[in-house]
């Protein structure tokens, strides 16, 4: 019977500190995650202002942002963003860290090269992207390019959509890829090179093994990241606001941009809110989807 107490209690007092542990985590979670999710919900009914009276409105707000023609445009732009983006900057991450994963004279250099850009602040470096594609003759680029007899004139980098877009994607891609490849040369170093010399015995060109090898052995942490690519593809903000301002003509407005608009500028924050949840429903869909795919992709596998 006392023995039988005492394990209680040991296990009780495990349970308490392991709580202990837990609890600043759960704290700041329930600070900053699940109060402002809550709060983020009860405001999407109302027709809320920080000056007049906060309306109850039910589903208007949901409502108003679906019959919005402003709003689809956006979401077309983010949807698009994420497909040619999130595949760009896989492969150009997979590529690198199989020539970083080498090891060869400067190569701690360029790793550091890569990775530096994500630990700096997005005003800083956006701001220097700018300079560079600035439309005007001295900007960086228009006199390289000027200098070198690729252009007679200085070129517009955001007066048309699609060059808009182009330098959005390069200067995203150079910006978050330094993560992506640390993954990925994380994941290439378990490989146990036995494998590939034995590949190659069999006559196994690159393409095969990387085919049979390389992406069953990095499948998780490419599913990881192509979760993670597409999250911060849809939450793109800063690059459109700072680098074209939404321009040409709104075309490079995003669906955070769009709802900075309707909630800082137009101060409509039930509506910002709404969009909100349209936004998070997308992604929702979007990572569902990779679930389904990926969760058959193993299991085709292990067959």
């Known amino acids: 019977m006392r023995q039988s107490q005492s394990k209680s209690c040991k296990r009780f007092r495990r349970e308490v500190v392991s709580w202990l542990f837990l609890l600043p985590h759960l704290v700041f979670f329930v600070l900053f995650v699940a109060v402002p999710l809550v709060f983020g919900m009860v405001i999407s009914f109302f027709n809320w202002s920080l000056l007049n009276d906060n309306v ?37 991450a997979i590529l690198f860290a199989h020539i970083l994963n080498k090891k060869r004279f400067g190569q701690l250099w360029l790793l550091i090269a890569f990775v530096s850009p994500a630990f700096f602040g997005s ?3 956006l701001s220097s992207w700018k300079w560079i594609f600035a439309s005007f003759p001295s900007g960086l680029a228009n006199y390289y390019l000027n200098k070198a007899g690729f252009i007679n004139a200085a070129v517009s980098w955001f ?10 994607i390069l200067v995203t891609i150079w910006w978050i890829v330094g993560f992506s490849i640390l993954l990925y040369m994380g994941a290439l170093q378990r490989i146990p090179p036995e494998q590939y010399e ?21 499948r ?12 911060l593809a849809f939450g793109l903000f800063d690059q459109a606001y700072i680098l074209s301002a939404g321009g ?16 800082f500028e137009r101060q409509d924050f039930g509506r910002a809110a709404s969009i909100s949840w349209y936004i998070f429903a997308i ?5 569902i989807i990779q679930l389904v795919l990926v969760t058959k992709s193993i299991r085709s596998t292990e067959g």
Do not use: E, H
């Open 248 to 263: 040409p003509a709104g075309t490079t407005r995003t669906m955070v941009y769009y709802l900075y608009l309707v909630g």
């Open 198 to 218: 034995s590949a190659k015995l069999d006559g196994a060109g690159p393409w095969k093994r990387f085919l049979y090898i390389t992406l069953p052995w990095i």
């Open 159 to 168: 007066g048309s959509t699609g060059v808009a877009w182009g330098v959005i």
């Open 123 to 125: 005003v800083g470096i």
């Open 220 to 231: 998780s942490v490419l599913f990881f990241d192509v979760v993670r690519q597409v999250i």
């Open 283 to 287: 992604v929702l869909i979007f990572a």
């Open 56 to 92: 109850f409105v039910g589903a208007s707000n949901y409502i108003r942002t679906w019959n919005d023609s402003r709003f689809w445009p956006v979401v077309q732009n983010t949807v698009i963003f994420a497909i040619v983006s999130v595949p760009l900057t896989i492969i150009v």
